[in-house]
C-alpha cells in the first residue's frame, strides 16, 4: 500500500487544499504571518504521515514521525482559531476546518496506538 492511501493521509491532504482556497481570501498583509504559517502548518501534517510511513521499518521513528505530524496538526488549528478570531472565517467554515482536524488527530493517534496494523514490526511480534 502507498502512503496515498491511509485515509489519515487522505483526509489530512484535503483539509490542505481547503485551508489553502479558505486563505486566498485572507489580507495581504497577512502573507507572511497567518497565511504562510496555516498553509505550512497543513501541509506539513500530510508529509510527516508520508515520512511516517516510510520509516515504518522502524516503530520508534514512525511514532516520532506521526507525534510530529500531531503536533502540526494541532498548530493548524490554532491558526484556524486565530483566522476566526480575526474574522478571515466565518464561524461555520471555522467549525467545519476545526472538525475536519480533529478527526484528523483522531486517526494519527490512532496509527501511534496501532502501530502494527500498518506494518510496523513491533517486538515480540
Given amino acids: 500500500m502507498d502512503f ?3 485515509l489519515a493521509y487522505k483526509k489530512a491532504f484535503d483539509l490542505s487544499m481547503k485551508i489553502f ?7 495581504k498583509a497577512e502573507t ?7 498553509r505550512r502548518s497543513s501541509r506539513s ?19 516520532s ?7 502540526e496538526n494541532s498548530e493548524t488549528n490554532t491558526w484556524l482559531d486565530f483566522a476566526f478570531a480575526f474574522e ?6 471555522h467549525a467545519d476546518l476545526s472538525n475536519q482536524g480533529k478527526e484528523i488527530g483522531k486517526l494519527i493517534n490512532y496509527m ?10 513491533t517486538e515480540g511480534r
Avoid at 478571515?88 to 467554515?93: F, I
Avoid at 496506538?113 to 514490526?121: A, E, I, L, Q, R
Wanted: charged share 30%.
Fill in 4 to 6: 496515498k492511501e491511509l
Fill in 21 to 27: 482556497h479558505e486563505s486566498k481570501s485572507f489580507p
Fill in 32 to 38: 507572511y504571518a497567518l497565511t504562510d504559517q496555516i
Fill in 45 to 63: 501534517v500530510c508529509a510527516n504521515i508520508s515520512e511516517a510511513y516510510r520509516k515504518r521499518r522502524y516503530p520508534k521513528h514512525f511514532i
Fill in 65 to 71: 514521525k506521526l507525534t510530529d505530524a500531531d503536533g
Fill in 88 to 93: 478571515y472565517l466565518t464561524k461555520e467554515v
Fill in 112 to 121: 501511534i496506538n496501532n502501530p502494527s496494523k500498518f506494518g510496523v514490526k
